[in-house]
């Protein structure tokens, strides 16, 4: 058995002992592969960095599982499985994150094209409601065609939540949500996320501190708390492994249904990573670039 071999078979009954079944929704006719080796199998693309799905089945070639599945099926079959992915997540997160008090949010842009082919470009508009846009993110000086990720981590590097929007959403909206998942805790932002409303109201409402560093040319402004300044470099350290690792920002999608589930498998992988770190081997659980076996 090859060590790629071993990690799936691994990654699948983990996932065993916390999902409560294999197949998640009616088929007709009782599939081959099941939807959890299905998922088990795209994280470990994912942790590979195997960005192709023809190479993946070249990968496994020989498996076991090799003749459950083809490669057109288990594509359609992944792009279903999206709501299920998200909630075998989130159970993973909360084992991390159940009496968490300090949380951290920032977004990161998302291109699906290069800014000279947006006006042509046909992907990820086939539905109305998710068509991307042009958009600025400040910290890198970058314009850029596409959406933007949002999220919102603890302070020891575990995603809570994110979502996604057009390229030229501000940041601060997505406040909003976050009073639908969060309460009595505090949040850390860098200055995009100013804003006195927005502040009182998400106290007033769900006892959630907004703590974001002032301008310099605010008539209050004091330095943020330094403790508070390097937690928020953790979100960011999340973005560059999904940058780095998981190619987060490499873009084959054609359709927004597509490109979530891509964004979404990314994400989970490396939750499903901290999750073996800490409950299986009791190690660094951001230690992402290691073998499984």
């Not at 929007?165 to 850390?188: M, R």
């Not at 301008?215 to 780095?244: A, H, M, V």
Request: with cysteine; glycine share 2%.
């Amino acid at each position: 058995m090859s060590n790629l071999e071993a990690s799936y078979k691994l990654i699948f009954k983990e996932l065993s002992k916390i999902s409560d079944a294999e197949n998640f929704y009616f088929k007709p006719i009782i599939p081959n592969l099941s939807d959890l080796e299905l998922i088990s199998l795209t994280i470990l693309a994912e942790f590979k960095s195997i960005d192709s799905e023809h190479q993946l089945f070249r990968e496994i070639k020989g498996w076991e599982i090799e003749t459950k599945i083809e490669r057109s099926v288990y594509n359609r079959r992944k792009r279903k499985l999206f709501p299920y992915i998200e909630k075998l997540r989130i159970k993973m997160a909360e084992k991390f994150n159940e009496f968490e008090n300090y949380f951290v949010i920032d977004s990161m842009p998302l291109e699906v094209c290069k800014m000279a082919r947006s006006s042509r470009s046909k992907i990820c508009k086939e539905v109305d409601y998710a068509i991307p846009n042009k958009g600025f993110c400040a910290s890198q000086n970058l314009h850029f065609y596409g959406y933007k990720l949002h999220a919102i981590c603890t302070i020891n590097g575990v995603f809570q939540s994110f979502d996604l929007s057009a390229a030229s959403v501000h940041d601060i909206h997505y406040l909003q949500d976050i009073k639908t998942q969060l309460s009595d805790c505090v949040i850390l932002g860098d200055k995009g996320y100013l804003s006195q409303t927005i502040q009182l109201d998400l106290f007033n409402e769900v006892n959630i501190e907004l703590e974001t560093p002032k301008r310099k040319n605010q008539k209050d402004y004091k330095p943020q708390f330094y403790q508070f300044k390097k937690y928020r470099k953790r979100i960011e350290t999340l973005f560059s492994q999904l940058c780095d690792q998981f190619m987060i920002r490499r873009n084959y999608a054609k359709s927004f249904e597509g490109f979530k589930t891509r964004i979404l498998a990314k994400i989970t992988t490396l939750t499903t990573i901290q999750y073996l770190n800490k409950f299986v081997f009791n190690r660094n659980i951001n230690n992402l670039k290691i073998n499984l076996v």
